[in-house]
T-cell receptor, first 114, second 116 residues
Framework: GAGVSQSPSNKVTEKGKDVELRCDPI?????LYWYRQSLGQGLEFLIY????????KSGLPSDRFSAERTGGSVSTLTIQRTQQEDSAVYLC????????????FGPGTRLTVT | AQKVTQAQTEISVVEKEDVTLDCVYE???????LFWYKQPPSGELVFLIR??????QNEISGRYSWNFQKSTSSFNFTITASQVVDSAVYFC?????????????FGTGTRLKVLA
C-alpha cells in the first residue's frame, strides 16, 4: 500500500516568505507527527496530532510555526516569515494510535531559506 | 528525564566485520517501548525493530541482532558480517507511556560507514 507522502520534496524560499509543507499519512493512521532534522542532527519533535487535534505542540520552536490536520488525514505545517535557521529537512510520520506502534516516515521536505 | 544517548557519532568498518551500535536510555516509566530505525543515504527512515520493556529476550533477524538489558538501560544493535548496503544513519528511539506523553524520543543517531 501507499506510504507516507510529503510535498514538496524540495523548497527554496527567500527569507521572510511563508511556506506550507504537506503530509499525507498512511490511510487509517490516526497519529501524525512532524519532526525537523537539521544537517547531521537527530530528529527534533515539533508537533503531534491525534485525529484532528494536537495534544502536544510543545516542540514548535516559535509562533511562526503552526500546523493543522483536516479530516483526520492530511496535515500542513506552515512557517511564516521564514528565517535562515529554519533551513532543515522536515519529516512527517504516521502510526496507529497507541504507544506500542512504530512510526512510518515520509521522505521529507528539504527547506532552504536564502 | 526521558533521554536516549547514542554516544557513537560515526563508525567505519570494513565489509564483513561485525559492528555494534550502542543505545542507552533514561526513563522514569516502568512500561516503555524502544525502537531502532535506519536512515539510508536516500533519506527515508525505515523501522527495524520494536521492543517493550517487559521483554528482555534478545532478537535476531538475519544479520541483525538486538540486545536489550534493563539493568544497564541499554538496547544495543549488532550487525554481523556487515555489507556496504548497511551504510546508513541508525537511530534509537524511546516511547514512554506516561499518561499525557506522546513523544518518541530519538537519539542523535550513529552514522555507519561500511567500506568495501
Amino acid at each position: 500500500g501507499a506510504g507516507v507522502s510529503q510535498s514538496p520534496s524540495n523548497k527554496v524560499t527567500e527569507k521572510g516568505k511563508d511556506v506550507e509543507l504537506r503530509c499525507d499519512p498512511i490511510s487509517g493512521h490516526t497519529a501524525l507527527y512532524w519532526y525537523r532534522q537539521s544537517l547531521g542532527q537527530g530528529l527534533e519533535f515539533l508537533i503531534y496530532f491525534q485525529g484532528n487535534s494536537a495534544p502536544d505542540k510543545s516542540g514548535l520552536p516559535s509562533d511562526r510555526f503552526s500546523a493543522e490536520r483536516t479530516g483526520g488525514s492530511v496535515s500542513t505545517l506552515t512557517i511564516q516569515r521564514t528565517q535562515q535557521e529554519d533551513s532543515a529537512v522536515y519529516l512527517c510520520a504516521s502510526s496507529f494510535q497507541g504507544v506500542s506502534y512504530e512510526q512510518y516516515f515520509g521522505p521529507g521536505t528539504r527547506l532552504t531559506v536564502t | 528525564a526521558q533521554k536516549v544517548t547514542q554516544a557513537q557519532t560515526e563508525i567505519s568498518v570494513v565489509e564483513k566485520e561485525d559492528v555494534t551500535l550502542d543505545c542507552v536510555y533514561e526513563t522514569r516509566d516502568t512500561t516503555y517501548y524502544l525502537f531502532w530505525y535506519k536512515q539510508p543515504p536516500s533519506g527515508e527512515l525505515v523501522f527495524l525493530i520494536r521492543r517493550n520493556s517487559f521483554d528482555e529476550q534478545n532478537e535476531i533477524s538475519g544479520r541483525y541482532s538486538w540486545n536489550f538489558q534493563k539493568s544497564t538501560s541499554s538496547f544495543n544493535f549488532t550487525i554481523t558480517a556487515s555489507q556496504v548496503v548497511d551504510s546508513a544513519v541508525y537511530f534509537c528511539a524511546l516511547r514512554p507511556t506516561t499518561s499525557g506523553t506522546y513523544k518518541y524520543i530519538f537519539g542523535t543517531g550513529t552514522r555507519l560507514k561500511v567500506l568495501a
